[in-house]
């Protein structure tokens, strides 16, 4: 009965998790971890600050079953053999990712271990099906969304596991280092105060929020999740994120009808993403579809740091992304016009979208950030013809009408400004110079222009590769 190390990364849960749940089974003594190696230390600031957050409320968790969190920092390998030394554990367990650098990773610790006579065993539990379980006929792997969903309700979603009745301890437990001196929300500066408002951190409170998105938003969820000030869409993507949830909880919770079946399709999205960047790594970095390698983005200017700062003059755009700043998340039909806005209309490379998503969203995962960006820039798998570019100001008459979503964000176009949007100033760089008083900004392009002008571009383009 030797101690078993179960290596906690993004499933931060009791709940459906099966590696725990197959490590609890064993009866043996267990050490839970969390390492900060350098997939938690180069997070964004935005997410480095939440993965903070789950930390401590996981260790909470695990605290209230009679165990302990052990945090360490350093290389994985490194801290995971000093676990092994010190507590004499003849086993590691986690849970699989599938970012192409934590793969290499937890192969190199995974043959490290079995070479050293160590127990090494990864489970499945971030995503409804592993990538390599869904294959068409014709190749390795889906390219399209629509039969990516139509195999994965043929093989089916397993269903969740339950929590562990019980955890057994060590005889001993082996130090662990402190969590605030890892500061991991040092880059937030003066927008950790301003995020903590908005985010629902934890198994407990996440397993509220699918209670009440069940209770009543499901039902409508078809017809008004594109309405972004409708409180129609569950919020539970920061909590996917760190595995607060499990996916397959969610699946299966969702009931039949219109409402419960596009929440299912929005969960598959998320497996698709998670499927193609298995299968296809270069989308993290380059566009997926090689024909558009050359395509002339245009880099880093005045206008890409206008869009940063929330100051185009376009009010869906400015209030998506001031929302963003200001809670961590992003409605999605807003998240495809700020991003439509960005490489169509200003014709800026989706990296410098990508990045700036990265650095600000509490949400934020590899794999959809990446997909979602190439979707709407053309370059990306199943993505939108280059031709169809989002108009902010029809999008806003059709989602918006009352203006009432943009009035919370945006506090210069409000008669009377509530919290959010004046938090954008509490929150926003001092070096910003932003003002509550100032006038809002004119129109940093017509949108009509804008469309124009990407369509010249995209003919070019078309015309100078044959």
């Not at 101690?3 to 089974?25: C, K």
Request: aromatic content about 12%; some cysteine.
């Amino acid at each position: 009965m030797t101690p078993l190390i179960v290596w906690f990364r993004r499933d931060l849960r009791l709940d459906d998790n099966p590696m725990l749940a197959a490590a609890a089974a064993t009866g043996r003594p267990l050490i839970p971890v969390f390492v900060a190696d350098a997939s938690v230390t180069g997070l964004g600031a935005a997410a480095r600050w939440r993965m903070g957050q789950a930390v401590e409320s996981f260790a909470q968790r695990l605290a209230g079953q009679g165990a302990r969190l052990i945090l360490r920092r350093g290389p994985a390998l490194t801290a995971l053999l000093d676990l092994v030394r010190e507590t004499g554990a003849q086993g590691v367990w986690w849970g699989r990712l599938y970012e192409p650098q934590t793969r290499d990773r937890d192969r190199l610790i995974k043959d490290t271990l079995r070479t050293l006579g160590i127990e090494a065993r990864s489970f499945a539990g971030h995503t409804l099906a592993e990538p390599w379980e869904l294959r068409p006929a014709s190749g390795q792997f889906y390219k399209v969304f629509t039969p990516f969903w139509r195999a994965l309700q043929g093989l089916g979603v397993a269903p969740p596991v339950p929590a562990p009745a019980r955890l057994t301890p060590p005889a001993e437990w082996p130090g662990s280092e402190d969590l605030a001196s890892w500061r991991l929300g040092a880059a937030m500066n003066r927008g950790a105060p301003v995020l903590a408002r908005y985010a629902e951190t934890g198994e407990v409170r996440a397993q509220d929020r699918l209670a009440r998105f069940l209770a009543g938003p499901v039902a409508r969820y078809a017809t008004e999740r594109d309405f972004p000030a409708l409180p129609a869409t569950s919020g539970l993507s920061e909590n996917l994120t760190y595995g607060e949830i499990g996916p397959r909880r969610v699946w299966h919770a969702a009931p039949q009808g219109a409402g419960g079946e596009t929440f299912r399709k929005e969960l598959a999205w998320r497996d698709f993403a998670h499927h193609l960047m298995f299968h296809t790594p270069h989308l993290l970095t380059e566009a997926w579809r090689p024909e558009w390698a050359g395509f002339p983005w245009q880099g880093e200017s005045d206008a890409t740091e206008t869009w940063r700062r929330a100051r185009t003059g376009v009010t869906l755009v400015d209030a998506g992304l001031r929302q963003m700043y200001v809670t961590g998340t992003l409605h999605n039909r807003v998240r495809m016009v700020v991003a439509s806005y960005l490489t169509k209309n200003l014709i800026s490379h989706w990296k410098i979208g990508m990045d700036w998503f990265a650095d600000c969203l509490t949400d934020w995962d590899p794999a959809s950030n990446a997909m979602g960006w190439q979707w709407v820039a053309g370059s990306g798998p199943d993505a939108a013809p280059y031709f169809r570019v989002f108009n902010p100001d029809t999008q806003a008459d059709k989602f918006d009408k009352s203006m009432a979503y943009r009035r919370t964000f945006i506090a210069e176009i409000a008669p009377h400004p509530g919290p959010e949007a004046r938090a954008w100033f509490e929150a926003a760089p001092r070096a910003w110079g932003l003002e509550p008083g100032q006038p809002y900004p004119r129109p940093l392009i017509d949108p009509a222009q804008g469309r124009l002008r990407a369509l010249a571009a995209y003919q070019a383009f078309r015309a100078r590769a044959g």
